[in-house]
């Protein structure tokens, strides 16, 4: 069987569902389009000039026909996965679906944030992950998955309490403060790192907040690598998880959570609704952070059971959206 994944794979997840195509023995390949870029300055001002001019982005060309010549080669694939339809011109994705009898997507954002519904009629099957687009679209659910190798947290020790990475959000940048002082206040370790291109603002404000020994909230523009995140991870008893405004699925923290027997720390109510749910290793917090208590950090760390921890790996999640046996 031959399966092809195209994508923009800017975590650097999609990579896994490849390799793990790869390793059930099927003659799996992956597109990226997140490396095609402008070469020199000269391609980077040409285009700068387009798009003010014409309205034309041309890196957006090139990588659709980067995506198109890689098919060319490739040849006719039996199932083909596509992970960021919002990059494609319509004509783009008809010129992908006949390169294959079976073309899939499944949505990392709800359509609020990434509105594709004038594209999504060109796919076979629609996976996603969000509960507010599955009850309104009828797609079918399907969480993130489980990509990073299984770690029990005995294997592990940990010096701090809290950990959290997270995109620039004004909302969340807002409740991060709030939170801070309630952790604080409960002599608790952390460490909050908030990456994205307006942290310069606070970085030029000088806003870099130290408490020695037990709060470290950092505003950065430069992006952590993907493959140092479990450092980070595997360095803390919890991991916190915030969400965006309009989002109601799973993100990929809680399922990193899971692999690395971490407790989560979360404002998504809705994941009291799922099988894995413990309240010993999930804390859903309320508006003001009140219900957050030191006993949450000292109570040990509870088992999921082995059927229900399958069900999130991403073993399981590609049988399921390729249908493999």
């Not at 870029?37 to 957006?60: V, Y």
């Not at 010549?69 to 040849?75: A, P, R, Y």
């Not at 404002?267 to 208590?293: G, P, Q």
């Not at 229900?308 to 073993?315: A, G, M, P, Q, V």
Request: charged share 25%; net charge positive.
């Amino acid at each position: 069987m031959k399966i092809c994944v195209i994508s923009f794979d800017f975590w650097g997840y999609d990579k896994y569902i490849v390799d793990t195509l790869c390793s059930k023995g099927i003659d799996a390949h992956h597109i990226e389009i997140a490396s095609v870029s402008h070469s020199n300055f000269t391609e980077r001002a040409t285009n700068a000039l387009s798009k003010t001019f014409l309205n034309k982005n041309l890196k957006t060309e090139k990588r659709q026909k980067f995506v198109l010549d890689s098919l060319e080669q490739l040849g006719y694939q039996d199932q083909i996965l596509v992970l960021s339809p919002d990059v494609f011109d319509i004509s783009t994705i008809k010129k992908i679906k006949t390169y294959t009898g079976r073309l899939i997507t499944y949505l990392y954002d709800n359509l609020e944030r990434f509105p594709v519904h004038d594209k999504l009629y060109l796919f076979d099957k629609i996976f996603s992950f969000d509960i507010g687009d599955i009850e309104k679209y009828g797609f079918e659910k399907l969480t993130n998955y489980i990509y990073l190798p299984h770690v029990s947290n005995k294997e592990q020790n940990p010096t701090m309490d809290l950990f959290y990475i997270t995109s620039y959000d004004n909302k969340r940048v807002s409740f991060i403060k709030l939170l801070a002082k309630r952790l604080m206040a409960l002599d608790l370790k952390f460490q909050i790192m908030i990456i994205g291109k307006k942290s310069w603002k606070h970085q030029l404000k000088n806003i870099l907040i130290k408490v020695p020994e037990n709060l470290s909230i950092i505003f950065s523009m430069k992006k952590i690598g993907h493959k140092d995140l479990p450092k980070y991870y595997q360095n803390s008893k919890a991991l916190l998880d915030l969400m965006r405004e309009g989002q109601y699925g799973l993100s990929f923290r809680v399922f990193e959570a899971m692999s690395l027997e971490k407790k989560i720390i979360t404002d998504n109510e809705a994941i009291k609704s799922y099988d894995f749910y413990n309240a010993h290793n999930i804390l859903v917090l309320n508006k003001t952070c009140s219900n957050l208590d030191i006993s949450f950090f000292e109570l040990p760390y509870e088992d999921i059971p082995e059927d229900i921890y399958n069900k999130y790996t991403l073993d399981h999640w590609v049988n399921v959206v390729f249908k493999l046996s």
